[in-house]
């Protein structure tokens, strides 16, 4: 046996009775403490080893002494020893000693917070910091050396970083203060301060802890330990700016910081910071960086920083910052903070951000399930469109106070009721093709008198009978069940078909024309596209571009070339017929040129199209406006609109300056959608992913439809060299897929549908804006084999988020297969009834929400 398993025997014979024999203790635990923190790395890592290891217990035994003994000689052994396992010198073995202490490390840790040693050891500072207290103000000196003052410390700093509820410990105990005062008292410690920062900023995370913390007086703390550690880069300085980062959050020590010398003093550290090099003072810019963007989201921090002229100073630091990939984080954030800061901003529309386009919502009905007039239509209750992303603490709302807007027209939506089961009795005509299972079921409750040879022939009959009903249905004649194909002859010119589905379509801004890849039918090209490599130094160029136009709004052009809101009040005063054929003249347009008109032409006002505005920066450059949902005055992200009058190969710049995603999939390779008519003509050529200098960044323009809260709009830009002089082209964010294509899929599938094939069209319910939601039905015919009453019913629908056009593109293949003479679509319709709503959002696909 070694000595070192003689010491560890005779430690375990003492600690059954830790109080009897306290020299004893005393002397074995020192001795272990020596060796632990042995100069030697051979003798320190193998006895930590053995301290680490989960079934040795010696991490228990030892925190139980903690616990029980009261000898102070002995508690600094024991600290130190536990010290030294949780945090041992950096230095290792030759072979991989480094990794292995680094991991003994973390083991050690995690198997003190199972043990529960958080709390023992949040119990010994406690006590020690009230016997430190205790012996100031009595002439004696201080109880306890400053080594395990020290040790201590550094084992509860390692212990917070392991332990998910060392906040909740801390508040529970009452140790906050305790903690909060040793940070005071140790402001000017070079070697104290670190591991009380460590705890701090764990504690500042919290957002209770964090309370508690500004109501003790931690902006002032905070403010005192800035200024004493100065400008010099240091780790001390990053943890320090780390903790008033996350306390920012916190509006109360915003407000209190702003009162201090801390926004001069951050300002200083990022001048600085333009000719330093390393990763500990881009950490240190960074942290800086983010807490001037949290105090700068509140008024009294942006007065302060424009005082002491923030804005200059961080301009200067984007101009300057060297181009290198790991500076580009620092800029988008130090432009974050001008965006905010800036005096005298242009908006980013002079008039009321409302959606031009107005609907006057229906007023409450007494049953939103009552029957209607209308066939087929028994409820009129629609999904709200949630697809915005929930912004984390990051993006930093600033809560001003804005003025509310009110939309002109309003009311109050139908509430839902509950239901029956003679309610849902009005729905069992979506189901006919089970009839003959329902009646018999039916008429076997009414009367419980009749014969069972009765009631199964009569089963029999109508079974036989619905069986050949369904054989004889017509697809074609199912399609009378929507009013969208009255009056559509079938033979006619496919065009024509689309052009008559398109004019009884019901917008809320009238349309002009069809789009002529929606009339075509266009489609992506049948081969993988590669995605867009992301220029950084571009995106950097464009973003500082948006920040010179920030700071200098008057210089530069500013020329509106298409306005939907003078369009749209125009239409309302000149009575607009929504009788007129729609179609497409674009091919007669083709090289065709306006001498008068120098600019790009815009237009938006067909199925699905979204732009609002378009407004001319440079020769080349063209800033565009989003709209937004109906009554609205946000959700932006859809874009779908008409360009022409443009010259070939020159590079044209599109900004659209209203995004409101903090993410996007432009920042992975994704480009736009361009249609060229030209090359459809001739080359037969349809969609196509096309753009180069592809960026999405925050722009200066603030976003103040957020309910009281104000952040920044970010931009899409791209830039696109079109192949044609005097073209017609399209651009979408992803393949269109309008209401009306969805419809002409219907009746292309009604016609073609193989006899074997039992494909029914009904009308589900109409929209708010009397467009109809069709339910199709996709199954094989009854059989002996397969009978109608055991298929399960499968139910699928798409477009909730009428954006996501990509759903729709998937339904139709799905579609497509399951109507297909494959073997696998024969044996599914055998086996189930599939229930398709293809558009359960017709109104946001029809407007381009």
Request: net charge neutral; with cysteine; charged share 20%.
């Amino acid at each position: 046996m070694s000595d070192e398993d003689c010491v560890l025997d005779r430690l375990i014979t003492l600690s059954e009775k830790p109080t009897e024999n306290v020299p004893s203790l005393r002397a074995t635990v020192a001795r272990l403490h020596s060796r632990v923190a042995s100069h030697d790395i051979h003798v320190r890592a193998k006895l930590v080893e053995k301290f680490c290891r989960p079934s040795s217990g010696y991490l228990a035994l030892l925190l139980s002494l903690l616990e029980n003994v009261k000898d102070h000689p002995s508690l600094c052994s024991l600290v130190g020893i536990l010290h030294e396992c949780c945090a041992p010198k950096a230095a290792g073995s030759e072979k991989g000693g480094k990794k292995s202490s680094t991991n003994s490390r973390v083991v050690a840790t995690e198997q003190l917070v199972q043990l529960g040693g958080t709390h023992a050891i949040l119990k010994l500072v406690m006590h020690v910091v009230k016997d430190t207290n205790s012996g100031q103000q009595q002439p004696s000196p201080p109880v306890w050396p400053h080594q395990f003052t020290h040790d201590l410390l550094w084992l509860l700093a390692h212990l917070a970083q392991r332990d998910g509820k060392f906040a909740l410990k801390c508040r529970t105990m009452g140790a906050l203060k305790v903690l909060h005062l040793l940070l005071k008292n140790h402001v000017s410690s070079s070697k104290l301060l670190y591991p009380l920062l460590m705890m701090m900023k764990i504690l500042a995370r919290n957002g209770n802890t964090s309370k508690l913390l500004v109501k003790d007086g931690a902006a002032q703390t905070m403010e005192i330990t800035l200024t004493s550690l100065g400008l010099t880069p240091h780790p001390r300085l990053r943890l320090c700016i780390d903790v008033m980062n996350s306390l920012a959050k916190n509006p109360v020590f915003c407000g209190k910081l702003s009162r201090t010398q801390v926004i001069h003093i951050l300002l200083r550290l990022i001048e600085r910071c333009d000719h330093q090099e390393g990763k500990l003072q881009l950490r240190i810019c960074s942290a800086a960086l983010s807490t001037l963007y949290r105090m700068c989201a509140y008024k009294a921090g942006r007065v302060v920083f424009r005082s002491h002229n923030g804005l200059q100073i961080l301009h200067s630091f984007c101009t300057s910052c060297p181009d290198e990939k790991n500076r580009d984080a620092l800029v988008g954030r130090a432009s974050d903070v001008i965006s905010i800061c800036l005096e005298n901003r242009a908006p980013l529309l002079a008039e009321n951000t409302l959606s031009p386009a107005k609907f006057a919502l229906p007023v409450p009905l007494t049953n939103i399930y009552a029957q209607e007039d209308r066939s087929g239509s028994s409820s009129r209750d629609t999904t709200p469109n949630s697809d915005d992303e929930k912004i984390g603490d990051e993006d930093c709302l600033i809560p001003d106070e804005v003025e509310s807007t009110c939309m002109e027209e309003s009311a109050t939506l139908p509430q839902i009721m509950l239901r029956d089961i003679d309610d849902l009795k009005a729905y069992s005509h979506f189901f006919e093709e089970l009839s003959g299972s329902l009646r018999s079921s039916r008429d076997s409750s009414l009367s419980d008198s009749e014969d069972e040879e009765d009631t199964s022939s009569a089963s029999k009959s109508t079974k036989s009978s619905s069986q050949s009903e369904y054989r004889a249905l017509n697809p074609i004649e199912t399609l009378k069940n929507l009013k969208i194909f009255s009056k559509i002859r079938s033979g006619i010119d496919p065009y024509k078909v689309y052009f008559s589905i398109a004019s009884k379509v019901i917008p809320v801004i009238p349309f002009v024309k069809v789009a002529y890849p929606d009339m075509i039918g266009a489609e992506a090209v049948n081969a993988p596209e590669p995605l867009y490599t992301k220029d950084r130094k571009v995106c950097r160029t464009k973003l500082m571009q948006c920040i010179d136009r920030g700071l200098h709004p008057e210089q530069g052009m500013s020329r509106v070339v298409y306005d939907m809101d003078s369009i749209v009040n125009n239409v309302r005063r000149n009575s607009f017929s929504s009788e007129r054929m729609l179609g497409n003249w674009d091919e007669s347009r083709l090289g065709k040129e306006n001498p008068d008109v120098v600019h790009l032409v815009f237009e938006s006002r067909f199925e699905s199209g979204n732009l609002r505005r378009a407004t001319q920066v440079g020769p080349l450059e063209y800033d565009l406006i989003l709209m937004p949902d109906v009554n609205s005055n946000k959700h932006h992200q859809w874009f779908y609109f008409e360009v022409s009058n443009m010259k070939a190969d020159l590079p044209y710049t599109f900004n659209i300056i209203n995004c409101e995603k903090q993410n996007s999939q432009f920042n992975y390779g994704m480009k736009p959608l361009l249609f060229s008519v030209f090359n459809a003509v001739n080359e037969q050529i349809g969609w196509v992913r096309t753009g180069t200098d592809i960026c999405y960044y925050r722009n200066t323009y603030l976003n103040q439809t957020g309910g009281g809260k104000v952040r920044p709009y970010l931009t899409t830009s791209f830039t696109i060299t079109f192949p044609h002089a005097r073209d017609v082209c399209y651009l979408a964010y992803h393949y269109p897929y309008p209401y009306s294509r969805m419809m002409m899929q219907v009746w292309n599938w009604a016609h073609t549908i193989q006899p074997s094939i039992l494909f029914k069209v009904q009308q589900l319910c109409y929209s708010l804006n009397d467009n109809e939601v069709p339910v199709l039905t996709v199954t094989n015919h009854d059989s002996a084999s397969s009978p109608m009453q055991d298929r399960e019913i499968v139910i699928l629908s798409c477009r909730v988020h009428p954006g996501e056009s990509n759903s729709s593109w998937v339904l139709e293949g799905l579609l497509q297969y399951l109507l297909s003479s494959h073997e696998n679509a024969e044996r599914l319709r055998d086996h189930f009834i599939f229930k398709v709503i293809p558009m359960l959002n017709p109104e946001g696909v029809i407007n381009g929400w």
